[in-house]
Structures are given as structure tokens and as C-alpha cells.
């Protein structure tokens, strides 16, 4: 099972990134999928989720700004991540499960996005 993230990088306030995830060795589109972020010095955090029907759940401080969506053919997870702040700055994980991690989830590697002047 492997989760592999892309797409992070440095972009200026108000920009915007896509973030993507590809899924192998699992059922994809029968799983719900999530995005976690961790800041230098912080915990980890929940960012978003979708389930395999395609309901989304977002963190109040992205909603409104973050799209999560789904590609079950490809197994492939994206994030699009509009209007981003520097608080925006940190790690971020796609994962199986939604909101509530449970010691079944799969983690990816991360990719790290800055948003800075």
C-alpha cells in the first residue's frame, strides 16, 4: 500500500497550488480520503476529506479556499489550494480515512508547501 504526494513548492500570499496524491495497492474508490498538514512546531491537523460518494468535510480555517476531489479511475487525490496565506505553510499528508485518524490509516510522505513573499 503506498501513497505517493506531489505538487507542493513556494508561492507568494494569494496564490494558489494543486496538490495530488496517487493511490496503489488499495481499493481507492471504496475508501474515504483526507489531507493533513503539520506546521514547524505544531501538531498535525486535519485539512479536508471526501468519501468515496463524494461528500466533502473541510477545516473551518480552509474552507472557502481548498478543494479536495477525487479521480477513483486513476486513484488519484487532489487538493487545489486557492487564495493561500503564509499560515498555510507546512507539510501535507494525503491519507486514507477522513477526520479522525485511527491506527489503520495509511500516511503519505508529504510535500511540503511555503507560502511567503
Known amino acids: 500500500v503506498q501513497l505517493q504526494a506531489s505538487g507542493g513548492g513556494t508561492v507568494q500570499p494569494g496564490g494558489s497550488l494543486r496538490l495530488s496524491c496517487r493511490a496503489s495497492?488499495?481499493?481507492?474508490?471504496?475508501?474515504?480520503m483526507g489531507w493533513y498538514r503539520q506546521a514547524p512546531g505544531k501538531e498535525r491537523e486535519f485539512v479536508a476529506s471526501?468519501?468515496?460518494?463524494?461528500?466533502?468535510d473541510y477545516a473551518d480555517s480552509v474552507s472557502g479556499r481548498f478543494t479536495i476531489s477525487r479521480d477513483n479511475a486513476w486513484r488519484r487525490l487532489t487538493l487545489q489550494m486557492d487564495n493561500l496565506k503564509p499560515e498555510d505553510s507546512a507539510v501535507y499528508y494525503c491519507?486514507?480515512?477522513?477526520?479522525?485518524?485511527?491506527?489503520?490509516?495509511?500516511w503519505g510522505q508529504g510535500t511540503r508547501v511555503t507560502v511567503s513573499s
Open positions: 471526501i468519501t468515496s460518494g463524494g461528500s466533502t
Open positions: 491519507k486514507t480515512g477522513g477526520s479522525n485518524p485511527s491506527p489503520g490509516d495509511v
Open positions: 495497492g488499495i481499493i481507492f474508490k471504496f475508501l474515504t
